[in-house]
């Protein structure tokens, strides 16, 4: 009978701290509302995309923290190559990570000035997550005092800014976009939980990012070569 009730309670706080959540996410903000228009006689370019990741738990951290290459969004190079596809004149692409030891790094300072160099225009893009931290840990200490029988509702906004430079390195165009999650935290949730996970919310708001953004950029022909 004891061992009986040894699993049952195992199986119970497996399933209250791995399944009793759901996330939902919002639409985004600044979401480009045009007709979208290809460029697809424009003369063929190559662009840079020099990407940035960065985090801040407000309350906690003093400045944004750039993400090192583990704590990045899995999967995100399959996302931005998945955006791309709304450009229809780039002959080339490449992408340039920047992590904070860069800083000390003159091998990687090089690499990026030469890819800049060699490319036509430069598209940097910053995509920053923020958190509170006091929320966080009031609805921890909710969650964990109420076994998680009280919804706890935990918010994470995703930013991203986007600047277009051209070969001199003058600024084009800025963009902005904003989007949320809100991750629900109760035991009655966990049936929900396989069809609202963080990680694909999370994927949704990048993907929408990238292809929104990047189809205004197309619509707006920023990339287009000027003939002197």
């Not at 009793?20 to 919002?26: D, G, H, I, L, V």
């Not at 229809?88 to 992590?99: A, D, G, L, M």
């Not at 600047?163 to 001199?168: G, I, K, R, S, T």
């Not at 991750?183 to 939980?193: A, D, G, N, Q, S």
């Amino acid at each position: 009978m004891k061992s009986v009730s040894i699993r049952f309670m195992s199986v119970l706080i497996i399933l209250i701290f791995m399944n009793s959540c759901a996330t939902f996410r919002s639409d985004i903000e600044g979401a480009y509302d045009q007709p979208a228009l290809k460029n697809y006689n424009a003369e063929s370019v190559k662009v840079l995309f020099d990407l940035r990741h960065l985090r801040q738990t407000i309350g906690l951290d003093a400045i944004p923290k750039l993400e090192n290459k583990y704590q990045i969004l899995s999967g995100f190079d399959d996302l931005l190559l998945d955006g791309v596809s709304e450009f229809s004149n780039i002959k080339r692409w490449s992408s340039f990570t920047e992590y904070s030891s860069d800083i000390s790094d003159t091998k990687r300072l090089d690499e990026k000035d030469s890819l800049i160099a060699s490319h036509d225009f430069v598209i940097r893009i910053e995509f920053k997550k923020e958190k509170s931290f006091v929320r966080y840990f009031l609805g921890t200490v909710g969650s964990t005092l109420s076994a998680t029988l009280l919804p706890i509702p935990y918010t994470q906004d995703y930013y991203m800014n986007t600047d277009v430079f051209d070969a001199n390195g003058h600024l084009l165009k800025h963009y902005e976009r904003h989007a949320s999650t809100t991750k629900w935290v109760e035991f009655f949730l966990f049936p929900v939980y396989p069809f609202h996970t963080e990680k694909r919310k999370t994927e949704d708001i990048y993907v929408d990012f990238l292809h929104d953004v990047f189809r205004q950029i197309e619509t707006e022909q920023v990339l287009v070569l000027i003939q002197p």
